[in-house]
T-cell receptor, first 116, second 111 residues
Framework: AQSVTQLGSHVSVSEGALVLLRCNYS??????LFWYVQYPNQGLQLLLK??????LVKGINGFEAEFKKSETSFHLTKPSAHMSDAAEYFC??????????????FGQGTELSVKP | SQTIHQWPATLVQPVGSPLSLECTVE??????LYWYRQAAGRGLQLLFY??????ISSEVPQNLSASRPQDRQFILSSKKLLLSDSGFYLC??????????FGPGTRLLVL
């Protein structure tokens, strides 16, 4: 069965500092992996996705993530945090078995705070 | 382009009252549709998904039900709400195995 673990429910960084949000996955088949962002009282917005092409994936708002099969990781990074990056971030893996209806399995989320 | 709508945006209901939340998608056909619940301070819990009209799969036993009367319409219902049904309800759509796109959500408070 597939699963996702996000290390750290809360991460706090200073404005301008590196952002690193950790995600490890478990999958018996080559996974599709996603990062979503959720601002307060809003739905989830796709940041980026990995679908077995390039292992370094660039997304919106300056975020990127690197797929590392040997470490079963898909960590999200941004070189310089901005106040507007404060939000909740979710990592997800796609259940690729067709009979499962394309479900996503989400991590518990990491709340990112950015200090001025 | 595709858009997804949810209504109402906010709802306050007494315990024991019925519930109907609606989700509609525009700009695509035969999407997979999903209902999630997000309780305060917690992650997303998949409640139901549908791969076609009248086809509903339930992920967890609960007080809620879902229906898909039309290709791009997904409804979440309850006959009698419980306090534990409070939360933020999110609808999403996807084309097959691809990315899921989320609606703006409905905040439900059961008192």
């Amino acid at each position: 069965a597939q699963s996702v673990t996000q290390l750290g429910s809360h991460v706090s960084v200073s404005e301008g500092a590196l952002v690193l949000l950790r995600c490890n996955y478990s999958s018996s088949v080559p996974p599709y992996l996603f990062w979503y962002v959720q601002y307060p009282n809003q739905g989830l917005q796709l940041l980026l996705k990995y679908t077995s092409a390039a292992t370094l994936v660039k997304g919106i708002n300056g975020f990127e993530a690197e797929f590392k099969k040997s470490e079963t990781s898909f960590h999200l990074t941004k070189p310089s945090a901005h106040m507007s990056d404060a939000a909740e971030y979710f990592c997800a893996v796609s259940d690729l078995r067709r009979r499962q209806g394309g479900k996503l399995i989400f991590g518990q989320g990491t709340e990112l705070s950015v200090k001025p | 382009s595709q858009t997804i709508h949810q209504w109402p945006a906010t709802l306050v209901q007494p315990v024991g009252s019925p519930l109907s939340l609606e989700c509609t998608v525009e700009g695509t056909s035969n999407p997979n549709l999903y209902w999630y619940r997000q309780a305060a301070g917690r992650g997303l819990q998949l409640l139901f998904y549908s791969v076609g009209i009248g086809q509903i799969s339930s992920e967890v036993p609960q007080n809620l039900s879902a229906s898909r009367p039309q290709d791009r319409q997904f409804i979440l219902s309850s006959k009698k709400l419980l306090l534990s049904d409070s939360g933020f309800y999110l609808c999403a759509w996807a084309r097959g195995q691809e990315t899921q796109y989320f609606g703006p959500g409905t905040r439900l408070l059961v008192l």
